[in-house]
């Protein structure tokens, strides 16, 4: 049982890039008073792509593996014996892409509205976005 996908969260992408060259006009025409100000949300919104634009989802003998972005330093991982329940489910719009606390438990989504819902024995919940959610579901259980 083996499974690797890498998603790529357009949205994300796509807003950050907005932003960006929204301040860098800003930045080009030298607004004075908003210089620094102006830096400081341009390298967020680069940290941002960097870091939360990229899902690959790993799912080996052991557990599902969650790593974003290219940084390579949010992980997440859920062993298989520690997974009660999965199943698919699709999410409203407003939840947001990116890694947040919904009302039902933890999404890890970069795009898309489909996710894969896991319940682990503590009665934790966590959703894993997903474009390919039936592949991912048949790969853990």
């Known amino acids: 049982m ?3 996908h890498t998603q790529i969260g357009f949205p994300i992408i796509i807003s950050s890039l907005v932003v960006a060259i929204l301040i860098s006009i800003n930045l080009f ?6 210089r620094f100000f102006s830096f400081l949300l341009l390298s967020v919104s ?3 792509v960097l870091s939360f634009s990229i899902l690959t989802i790993t799912i080996d003998e052991k557990a599902v593996i969650l790593k974003y972005g290219c940084l390579d330093f949010l992980k997440k991982k859920f062993p ?3 997974i009660k329940s999965s199943c698919i489910v699709k999410q409203p719009w407003y939840y ?4 947040r606390f919904t009302s039902e438990g933890w999404l890890f989504r970069v795009g ?3 996710s ?3 319940e682990v024995k503590s ?7 997903s474009d390919e959610p039936e592949k991912m579901l048949r790969t853990i259980r």
């Not at 947001?96 to 890694?99: E, L, N, P």
């Not at 009665?123 to 976005?129: A, L, M, S, T």
Request: hydrophobic share 45%; charged share 20%; glycine share 16%.
């Open 2 to 4: 083996q499974y690797k």
């Open 29 to 34: 025409l030298d607004f004075s008073d908003f």
């Open 46 to 48: 680069v940290v941002c």
């Open 80 to 82: 298989l014996e520690d």
């Open 96 to 99: 947001g892409w990116g890694i």
């Open 112 to 114: 898309g509205l489909y």
């Open 116 to 118: 894969v819902r896991i």
């Open 123 to 129: 009665g934790k919940v966590f959703f894993i976005g």
